[in-house]
C-alpha cells in the first residue's frame, strides 16, 4: 500500500482507542432519554477529536468503520450486522465534508459544520428506513425534520466541546511527533 494513504502506527491505535472508547461508553451508558439523536453526542465529540489529533482524510471514516465492527461484534445496540452502517454513514459523511470545509471557518465553526452533515447523513438513514417500513412520504419527512433538530442539538453541544478539548491537548503536547499538523479541523 502507498506510504501517503496509510496512517502511522500512532495514528491507527488513537483512531481505534477512539472507536473503541465510543462504543463502550455508549453501551455502559445506555440512556434511555426518549429524545432522537442523544446518541449523536458521543458519535461527533470522538470522531471529531479522532480527527483533530490524526488530522488526515479517511480518519473519522476509519474510526466509523471500527466503531460499527467493535458494536457489531459486541452486540451493542439493536440492528444486528446493520448496526455498522448507523456508525459508518455518518462518519463517512464527515470525511467527505471536510474535503470541501477544510480551510473555510474558524475551528468552532468547521467543527459545527461537520458536525451536522454527519447529522443530516445520520437522519437520511432514519428516513430511509422509515420509507422502506412503508410510512408516507409526509410522515418520513417529518420525522426526518424531527431528527435533524433533536439529533442536531446533540450534534452542536458535541461539536462545541471539541476546540477547548483540542487546545488543551495541544498546549500539553500530547499530539505526538507531527502535531505541526493536528489539530485543524
Known amino acids: 500500500m502507498n506510504k501517503s494513504m496509510s496512517f502511522s502506527l500512532q495514528d491507527a491505535l488513537f483512531i481505534g482507542f477512539c472507536a473503541t472508547l465510543l462504543v463502550a461508553l455508549k453501551s455502559m451508558l445506555r440512556l434511555k432519554l426518549g429524545l432522537s439523536g442523544h446518541s449523536m453526542f458521543l458519535m461527533t465529540f470522538f470522531y471529531l477529536i479522532c480527527y483533530g489529533i490524526v488530522g488526515r482524510l479517511g480518519a473519522i471514516t476509519a474510526c466509523g468503520v471500527l466503531s460499527g465492527l467493535v458494536a457489531m461484534v459486541l452486540s451493542i445496540g439493536k440492528g444486528g450486522p446493520l448496526i455498522l452502517l448507523k456508525f459508518a454513514i455518518p462518519a463517512l459523511a464527515m470525511d467527505m465534508s471536510l474535503i470541501v470545509l477544510t480551510g473555510l471557518f ?80
Do not use: Y
Not at 451536522?116 to 425534520?145: R, S
Not at 442536531?152 to 477547548?164: E, I, Q, R
Open 106 to 185: 474558524t475551528l468552532r465553526w468547521r467543527c459545527i459544520t461537520v458536525g451536522l452533515v454527519g447529522c443530516l447523513a445520520w437522519a437520511m438513514k432514519g428516513w430511509v428506513e422509515d420509507l422502506l417500513v412503508g410510512m408516507t412520504m409526509q410522515v418520513a419527512l417529518v420525522q426526518l425534520g424531527l431528527s435533524m433538530l433533536k439529533g442536531g442539538v446533540f450534534t452542536v453541544l458535541a461539536a462545541s466541546l471539541v476546540p477547548p478539548v483540542l487546545e488543551r491537548l495541544k498546549s500539553h503536547d500530547l499530539f505526538g511527533a507531527n502535531s505541526n499538523d493536528n489539530g485543524k479541523i
